[in-house]
C-alpha cells in the first residue's frame, strides 16, 4: 500500500517540503484547532446552504472543454472564499504553509500567487473523480521545467476512505506525464479535521467516492507561480471593492500587484 507522510503541527516548513519533494505529498495533522473548523462551517453556512448540490453551472461551462464530469455526483464546490471567510483568510496566510511556498515555489518567480479556492463538499453517493494534475493546464511548458504549483486541501470535518478522502499517487509527480496509476498505487489522504493535506502541482490525485451519509467537507487552496494564469479568476471573484478591506500581504496573494513588467492597471488596489 503507498504511504502518505504524515507530520505533526509543529513540522517545520522544510520537514514538509523535504516529504514533498520526496513524495509529492504530505499530511500536517491538526495544524488548525476545533474552533477554526467551526469559524469556517459558520461563515460558509449560508453559501453552501445555497449552492446546487449538482453544481449544473460549473459543468456546463466544463462541458465546453469536454470535462463536464470532473466533479461527479452530489458534490457542492463553493469558489471565492477569500471573499466569503476570515477563516479562510488565515489558512491563506498560515505562516506554515506560507514558508512551504517560499520553499517549492519562490525560486521560480518574484512573487508567488494564490492560484485557487473552494469549499469541495463531497455528500453521500458521489462517485470517484478522475485522477489528474494541478498543473495539467500548464502541460504546454515542456519538461523539465520548475514547480509551477502547490495545492492544499484543510479538511473540516474526519477525512475517511469511506467519506471520499482525497486519492492520490505518492511519487507520481516524477512520473512522465502520460503513465497512468494502477489502482494498487492510489491511497486515501485519510486525516482528523483541522488536518492540511498538500501536494505538488505534478502530482496525480482526485477526491473519493461517498459511501457513507455524512458530508465531507474539505477546502481546497493552491499556489503558483506569480507570472503564471490564475486558475481561479480572483479579480471577479474577490472584486477590488473587497479586496482594498484586506491586508496588503493577502491583496498581492490575490494578484493585486505587479510581478516585474507583468500584471499593470489604472486603478490601484
Ligand atoms: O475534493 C478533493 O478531495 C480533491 C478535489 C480536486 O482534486 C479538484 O477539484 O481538483
Redesign the pocket.
Known amino acids: 500500500m503507498p504511504r502518505i507522510p504524515t507530520v505533526a503541527r509543529d513540522a517545520s516548513a522544510e520537514e514538509i517540503a523535504e516529504c514533498l519533494d520526496r513524495d509529492g505529498c504530505v499530511v500536517v495533522e491538526r495544524l488548525f484547532d476545533d474552533a477554526w473548523c467551526s469559524e469556517l462551517k459558520r461563515e460558509l453556512a449560508p453559501h453552501v446552504e445555497r449552492a446546487p448540490t449538482s453544481i449544473q453551472s460549473m459543468n456546463e461551462h466544463l462541458a465546453e472543454t469536454g470535462a463536464s464530469d ?2 461527479p455526483g452530489n458534490t457542492k ?1 463553493i469558489p471565492g472564499l477569500v471573499a466569503k471567510s476570515a477563516a479562510y483568510q488565515a489558512l491563506v496566510m498560515n505562516p506554515t504553509l506560507l514558508g512551504v511556498c517560499d520553499l517549492i515555489l519562490k525560486p521560480n518567480c518574484a512573487r508567488y500567487q494564490i492560484h485557487a479556492t ?1 469549499a ?1 463538499i ?1 455528500g453521500p453517493g458521489a462517485e470517484v ?1 478522475v485522477l ?1 494534475r ?1 498543473e495539467g493546464p500548464f502541460d504546454y511548458i515542456a519538461m523539465p521545467r520548475p514547480n509551477l504549483v502547490l ?1 492544499s ?1 484543510a479538511a473540516v470535518t474526519d477525512f475517511t476512505e469511506a467519506n ?4 492520490v499517487v505518492p511519487g507520481s509527480h516524477r512520473w512522465p506525464v502520460l503513465r497512468k496509476a494502477r489502482e494498487s498505487e492510489v491511497t486515501a489522504a485519510e486525516m482528523p479535521a483541522g488536518s492540511l493535506f498538500l501536494w505538488m502541482g505534478r502530482t496525480l ?4 467516492a461517498n459511501r457513507t451519509n455524512e458530508w465531507r467537507f ?1 477546502t ?1 487552496l493552491s499556489y503558483s507561480l506569480g507570472w503564471l494564469r490564475q486558475e481561479e479568476n480572483l479579480y471577479l471573484d474577490v472584486p477590488p471593492d473587497i479586496a482594498r478591506t484586506l491586508p496588503k500581504e493577502l491583496r498581492r496573494l490575490l494578484g493585486y500587484g505587479m510581478h516585474a513588467a507583468l500584471g499593470y492597471a489604472e486603478v490601484s488596489v
Open positions: 470532473f466533479y464546490r473552494s469541495l463531497i473523480q489528474h494541478e495545492a486541501m471520499g478522502a482525497t486519492r490525485h482526485g477526491a473519493g474539505g481546497f
